[in-house]
């Protein structure tokens, strides 16, 4: 998956520190992140191919020991940078700079949304401590937003059922899924989407895996569950175009490397998981 990058580290402490010309710039710009090409691979630029290191530079993590800093984005990209729009930035290969452009993509987002206080609406402030803005006035302290979420894999014998998004710019095949609400423990959240999405009933919920999901703000939890009851399915049709299930023999191979759902697609098909 996505932030499967070994041998590669992605080091998240916050341990700030001045940006420097061999630090890696994160700069994001109408809904797109600067990439730098080498051939058919991509990296993000150090500062010092776009000709200074900023003032504004906020440090963000770090990549194998080089520093990761927001900066504005500058006019024109610099040669042999281009801006990459944030969907396609899963695509780009190697999956570190992948990982690292759009897990920075996020960050910087979340600063922008969070330069004043929720409460009292003073100008907010980086903590000196941790990675989280501080109101000075009332003390509120935010940090980086995570909604949780779950994937769900719902089989019945040798079939999966699969959907499609009505509305989303990915339109290959999808789980249910949706975004844990007040209340609610993760599986009371499988059942309730499950229910939403598709109309049906399941049982025997079984956690799979998780993964950080950067463009939607998600810490995604993937379950598996089998069907309980009848088998029709009654679509939510607002959120999802098609629902429909798929034999595990007409399965196509999913795993693209990257998400977690075409990794649980792809367990199934293999008859990994029962
Ligand atoms: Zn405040």
């Known amino acids: 998956m996505i932030q499967d990058i070994a041998p590669h580290r992605f080091e998240r402490a916050y341990t700030p520190h001045p940006a420097e010309r061999s630090d890696y710039a994160v700069c994001v710009s109408g809904g797109a992140v600067l990439l730098e090409r080498s051939g058919a691979e991509w990296h993000l630029p150090r500062f010092a191919a776009l000709g200074a290191v900023p003032a504004d530079g906020r440090y963000l993590f770090s990549l194998d020991g080089t520093g990761c800093f927001s900066a504005s984005a500058p006019e024109e990209a610099a040669e042999g940078c281009e801006y990459v729009p944030i969907q396609k930035v899963r695509g780009v290969r190697p999956m570190e700079t992948a990982f690292a452009a759009l897990t920075g993509a996020q960050l910087v987002r979340w600063y922008e949304s969070r330069a004043f206080c929720g409460r009292c609406g003073a100008a907010a402030v980086h903590s000196t401590q941790e990675r989280a803005m501080v109101c000075p006035a009332c003390g509120q302290t935010e940090y980086p937003k995570l909604c949780p979420a779950v994937i769900v894999a719902v089989t019945d014998g040798d079939r999966l059922l ?61 379950f598996y569950c089998e069907l309980s009851g009848a088998d029709t399915i009654t679509l939510e049709e607002a959120e999802l175009k098609e629902g429909f299930w798929v034999r595990r023999a007409e399965l196509t191979p999913h795993d693209e490397g990257v998400s977690l759902t075409s990794e649980m697609i792809e367990r199934f098909r293999l008859g990994e998981i029962d």
């Open 162 to 222: 699969l959907t499609r998004y009505r509305d989303r710019p990915y339109r290959g095949d999808a789980l249910v899924a949706g975004f844990a609400e007040i209340g609610e423990t993760l599986e009371d959240t499988v059942r309730r989407e499950v229910a939403e999405e598709v109309g049906l009933q399941v049982k025997n919920v079984r956690y799979y895996k998780s993964q950080p999901w950067a463009l939607t703000d998600t810490l995604l939890a993937g």
